[in-house]
């Protein structure tokens, strides 16, 4: 199904003025019959009543064919059950009255922005709530409970920026666009997150290639997010709509390893730094040993100076002050 755009000028007004016009006519026409057949008039004055009558019936039909769009707004238009076509440029429209305006998703409220449901439609606007909005709108679906690649259960939410771009695929191809699209961002998100791990790995494929790389959800999101957004747009092609973008709105480790995770994090922070710390202190004990005997400060023997090291180790890896001992004897 493709898109067929009524490419008609927007005479709305002109209309209204021609029916209401006709309708004065009509009306004016019953009432002049009427009183010139209460006064023996001839039978033509009562075919003057009926077709009056006739018109002001029908008149009320005709203006079923008023038509309002706002700027990016269109509507799908259908007639005896055929596609009949689009209208999508602002203005006022007069269209064949018994066109009806056809879009599955209206009532639809997915707590998205620009999606609400207009229960209250008037019954001089019956194609009220029916209008497809072609503005870009944002999805945001529920937080999801996800395995990624090493099995961890991670909780992941985004945002979606989307728009309808074919309005005939939209309501004619899939039976709701917009629960179509919520199922296929779902769908999406977990064949993606399934090949990331949560935080770099060791020995982790993410790209296919069957090297090793240091792809994650929480280090490479806007590798993340771009599969994700071209994964959606390749299964909501057929229902007329353009992915935008795709944003990770949270990202979180499960609640049940939640603890355990932290944990892990917070022993391999206190191990780099310990690294860090031991690698400090080594030089700065190699160096103390140079100067000591670049100058000649004081001859020691290799037993001397495994006590020196270990006793500025102990004093530059503590975790505490160290108290010295001070010796005020000889040296041996």
Known sequence: MQEKLIDKKPRGMLALIVLVAAFIAAAALAIFC??????????????????GIVYLVVGFVLLGGLKVLKPQEA?????????????????????????????????????????????KSSANQPMNGMKISLKVMTLSNAKQKINDCLGNPVEIGIAVTWRVVDT????????????????QCDAALRDVVRIYPYDVAPNVDTTGDGQSDDGSLRGS??????????????????????IIDAR???????PE????????????????????????????VEMALERLAQNNTVELDEERKAAMVSNLLVVLCGNKDAQPVVNSGSLY
């Not at 994700?228 to 709509?241: H, S, T």
């Open 34 to 51: 009427g009183l010139a057949l209460e006064n023996g008039g001839s039978k033509w004055y009562a075919v003057g009543i009926v077709a």
């Open 75 to 119: 509507v799908v238009l259908t007639l005896f059950g055929k596609y009949y076509g689009t209208l999508r440029r602002e203005g006022f429209y007069w269209v064949n009255p018994f066109c009806q305006s056809f879009n599955p998703a209206a009532k639809t409220v997915l707590g998205q922005s620009s999606d609400v449901a207009n229960e």
């Open 168 to 183: 005939a695929k939209a309501v004619f191809n899939v039976d709701n666009y917009k629960e179509f699209l919520s199922l």
């Open 221 to 242: 999101s806007e590798v993340v997010t771009q599969r994700i957004r071209d994964k959606i747009q390749e299964n909501v092609k057929a229902a007329g709509l353009e």
């Open 248 to 254: 990770i709105t949270y990202l979180a480790y499960a």
């Open 257 to 284: 390893i939640a603890a355990a995770m932290l944990q892990r994090q917070q022993a391999s922070a206190i191990i780099d730094a310990r690294k860090m710390i031991v690698d400090g202190a080594v030089g700065m």
